[in-house]
């Protein structure tokens, strides 16, 4: 009886730290692909205002479930809106990105450097990212020296 009740007991411990390290892997993937460093950095630091305009520089992030992929762009605004998107070819040229929104009409509202997200038919999610307009770096503080017996 209790070779049996050791024997469930190291399964269900083995199978929970299975569990364990999985859910732990996914959320360190989650936390290291592109569009989420991006966005860590557009939070921390905040972003000027994007006028209308074309803009060569921006990154293109596709996200889908907890990959994202990082592309870089170009696109055109209009109050406030991407309007347009292109993302940049081996060759130095730009193709009109093609993708169907699940729903008509939703305009790509930019806030804080990034663009609201479009939700593509096949459940992707695009956004994009304005890096250039990233604010700089703040200062940092200056420590103190340490006491001294002068």
Known sequence: MKKIITTIVLAVSVTLAGYAQNGT???????????T???????????????DGSY????????????AECYNG?????????????????????????KKSRYENVPLVITNGMSSPLLTVDSELINVLFV???????????????????
Do not use: H
């Not at 892997?25 to 569009?35: A, M």
């Not at 060569?56 to 990959?67: H, P």
């Not at 055109?76 to 009109?96: P, Q, R, S």
């Open 37 to 51: 460093k991006w966005a860590q950095k557009f939070q921390d630091r905040g972003a000027e205002d994007i006028a």
């Open 25 to 35: 892997t996914k959320k360190t993937e989650e936390e290291n692909n592109c569009y």
């Open 74 to 98: 170009k696109c055109e605004v209009k109050e406030g809106k991407v309007v347009a998107m292109y993302i940049k070819l081996e060759d130095g040229t730009f193709e009109l990105m093609k």
């Open 56 to 67: 060569t520089d921006v990154i293109i992030s596709i996200r889908s479930g907890a990959e």
């Open 132 to 150: 250039k307009k990233i604010k700089p770096k703040k200062a940092g503080f200056v420590k103190a020296a340490d006491p001294s017996d002068d």
